[in-house]
């Protein structure tokens, strides 16, 4: 029958597709659903001789128990992608503080890499410069791994489980923010020194606009911190990352 083979590469789709929807990268907004689609498809036929023998024997053709397993294989899927996802969001938040702290808070929106909205340029190029280095890094490498690996921790026939799920992503995020806050201490740490220089300077010379008048020199000790900074910001970000997400 064709019945158990189809719904079989279903199931494993459902839980591939999950991730791949929510995946930093594929599911940038920038990508074409259609291009989404289709790498889900070849995930899935690629993985699944090794996942056949897991998933058979649960395979169900009853309308009742085949809609549970959709519907829990999407959000494994998804909370795999989500984790992931997480982090890079991380990224751009602490990306986005770094433009303001640095002088860039007035500067008109750039275009955003993952998202919709749009995003100061400095953030839209860290993120860019991340992702990059997490593929060159064979960071999907590691997402076709862990949905491999899920069948044995989460097999089709356990289902899906809020609470580990939400504990999941609670670790993601303390993790993350204790990485991010890393990343983001130095140019804290600048902009609550200039930013007091230019408060004592001010009580000294209230008649002159000083802050109009520092800002270019803001933007350019900016830059210049970030120059020095970016090669450890983006291998703090990539060493943090790995153990993040294979420690889920």
Known sequence: MLETPLLAAFLAFCRIGGCFMLMPGLSSVRVPMQVRLFAAVAATLAML???WDLITPHVSDEPGPLFLLIASELAIGALIGLIARVYVLS???IGTSMAMFMGFGMAAGGTAIEEAEPQPPLTALISLSALMLLFVL????LIIRALVVS????PIDSLFDPQSALTDITDTLSDAFFV???LGSPFLAYA???NLAIGFIN???PQIPIYFISLPFVIAGGIILLYFAIPSLLGLFAEGFFPIFEGR
Do not use: C, G, W
Not at 138 to 141: P, V
Not at 151 to 154: G, T
């Open 49 to 51: 001789a090794h996942l």
């Open 91 to 93: 990224l751009q938040f």
């Open 138 to 141: 064979d960071f999907h490498h």
């Open 151 to 154: 069948y044995e921790l989460a």
């Open 180 to 182: 991010m806050l890393r």
């Open 192 to 194: 609550i020194l200039v």
């Open 203 to 205: 009580k000294l010379t």
